[in-house]
Nanobody
Framework: QVQLVESGGGVVQAGGSLRLSCAASGRSLSGVALGWFRQAPSKEREFVAAISRSGSITRSADSVKGRFTISRDNAKNTVYLQMNSLNPEDTALYYC?????????????WGQGIQVTVSA
């Protein structure tokens, strides 16, 4: 079993930046694909970004491409999401996830989520 804990969320003005971290315990993240998702109020959870087991391949949703970057540090057992040029549409609860397969899922483990609020 793996436990995931997100941090780094908060309130930021439009145009600002935040870096989310997701630290894992209970197992090593080496060799597993990792992802970030988000859920805005009254909306379904949506994919944000994912990184392959090796870290050499990343993919992201069109809505965040060029603004958000996913990365990983296996030594720290942590995955990151650098978010730049934030806008109010990015306001959501952000979740990290561990894949049981590849960077397309399935997503077996989830963090509890962390709030990101972008003010206009």
């Amino acid at each position: 079993q793996v436990q995931l804990v997100e941090s780094g969320g908060g309130v930021v003005q439009a145009g600002g930046s935040l870096r989310l971290s997701c630290a894992a315990s209970g197992r090593s993240l080496s060799g597993v694909a990792l992802g970030w998702f988000r859920q805005a109020p009254s909306k379904e959870r949506e994919f944000v970004a994912a990184i392959s087991r090796s870290g050499s391949i990343t993919r992201s949703a069109d809505s965040v491409k060029g603004r958000f970057t996913i990365s990983r540090d296996n030594a720290k057992n942590t995955v990151y999401l650098q978010m730049n040029s934030l806008n109010p549409e990015d306001t959501a609860l952000y979740y990290c996830a561990v894949s049981g397969g590849n960077s397309y899922g399935p997503w077996d483990y989830w963090g509890q989520g962390i709030q990101v609020t972008v003010s206009a």
